[in-house]
């Protein structure tokens, strides 16, 4: 049994022959080719474009060709019957690797999302806070970030770099009620 892909490569091929267009001598090159490389491709190919179009005429054959029961054997009907059930099984069959695809992509991106969030989470935490009193009586909170802890986080993504504003908000709440409550 010749793949699929190489049936649907081997029925556009013999499109753009039948097409005429400019490509069509090499067209009919690669046709050729694959002939040689897949016995039978030809045959299969035929049925399956038949199933798929209904055609019985191809434009190589001068006249059109009388419908099947009158002048084609039960073999030739009974492949193009199986060629016709193969494709409208393949059209119905789930694509599972699409399906995988689709899964292992929001795998991935959830992924991403975890990591992101724990990633800030750490930025967040390697933020110093310092609380103090000033001469002058008032209350001083700092946050001290390492020079290089500034460079990176400058490269993470937006929410990335909301969350850890949001997480700094937090520690820098807590540091205020810290200094506020001493005596």
Known sequence: MIPEHILDKYIKVWNLVDSNAPESPAARKVMQTMEKKYPGIREQAQALRSAMDGEYYRKEDTQYRAPESETRDWDEVWKEQQARR????????????????????????????AFGVMEAQNLAERVKIEGRNNASGSLSIIARFDPNLANYASLLAPAQKEMIADM???????????????P
């Open 86 to 113: 193969e494709w409208e099984a393949r059209q119905q069959r789930t694509d599972w690797r699409k399906v995988a695809a689709s899964a292992f992509g929001w795998a991935a991106s959830y992924a991403h999302q």
């Open 168 to 182: 700094i908000a937090v520690k820098m709440r807590e540091e205020i009620i810290f200094q506020l409550s001493r």
